[in-house]
Nanobody
């Protein structure tokens, strides 16, 4: 079973950038995703990547500012975040799942992540105004 470990979170001012990393072991799974959860709010999908990195999905909150990518040689999935806003403040989680998880996301949205079976411990992102 794939295990994932996130890193790269931190505190930045609005307009700043961060790059989150997710190392998967032993290898990147068929579908990898990033979710986030702010205090008192439901977990929400941010972006996903599948088909060996050829296909990506970005939710509206991420479009134009965040980019998901993967480096197969490093078994690492990245979430590059630019122009961060205070409302991006949340715990960010990396997740891994079967191809069906991404296919379902593409057709009907990320749900709350119930289609994914593996989760990391999360990395905190805090954006101040």
């Amino acid at each position: 079973q794939v295990r994932v470990v996130e890193s790269g979170g931190g505190s930045v001012q609005a307009g700043g950038s961060l790059r989150l990393s997710c190392v998967a072991s032993p290898v990147i799974d068929s579908c990898m995703g990033w979710f986030r959860q702010a205090p008192g709010k439901q977990r929400e999908g941010v972006a996903a990547i599948y088909a060996g990195g050829a296909r990506t999905l970005h939710e509206e909150s991420a479009k134009g500012r965040f980019t998901i990518s993967q480096d197969n040689g490093k078994n690492t999935v990245y979430l590059q975040m630019h122009n961060l806003k205070p409302e991006d403040t949340a715990m960010y989680y990396c997740t891994a799942g079967t191809l069906q998880a991404c296919v379902s996301w593409a057709s009907s949205g990320p749900d709350s992540g119930t289609r994914f079976g593996t989760w990391g411990q999360g990395t905190q992102v805090t954006v101040s105004s």
